[in-house]
Nanobody
Framework: QVQLVESGGGLVQPGGSLRLSCVAS????????MGWYRQAPGKQRELVAR????????YYADSVKGRFTISRDNAKKTVWLQMNSLKPEDTAVYYC????????WGQGTQVTVSS
């Protein structure tokens, strides 16, 4: 059973930056596409960015293009989300997961953008 542990969230002022990390357990991380998702209060969870097993980035939500960067290191079983120029509307709980996999969700990491 894969377990995903997200970290790196926090409170940041508008315009600031954060780097989120997601570490996976198990031995199958390296062969799968991974994504970062977020869920704001009262809203559905949405896909923010997606990266293939080979490191090809094939999706960014329009709302984060040019500000967020997804990356991964298969040897470390880790995927990152570098978030720059943060806006209050980026406030959400952020999760990583394999898209459409049925893998269990981690606890997420809270990102709050506020002055």
């Amino acid at each position: 059973q894969v377990q995903l542990v997200e970290s790196g969230g926090g409170l940041v002022q508008p315009g600031g930056s954060l780097r989120l990390s997601c570490v996976a357990s198990g031995n199958i991380f390296s062969i799968h596409t991974m994504g970062w998702y977020r869920q704001a209060p009262g809203k559905q969870r949405e896909l923010v960015a997606r990266i293939t097993s080979g490191g090809i980035i094939n999706y960014y939500a329009d709302s984060v293009k040019g500000r967020f960067t997804i990356s991964r290191d298969n040897a470390k079983k880790t995927v990152w989300l570098q978030m720059n120029s943060l806006k209050p509307e980026d406030t959400a709980v952020y999760y990583c997961n394999r898209p459409s996999s049925g893998w269990p969700w981690g606890q997420g990491t809270q990102v709050t953008v506020s002055s």
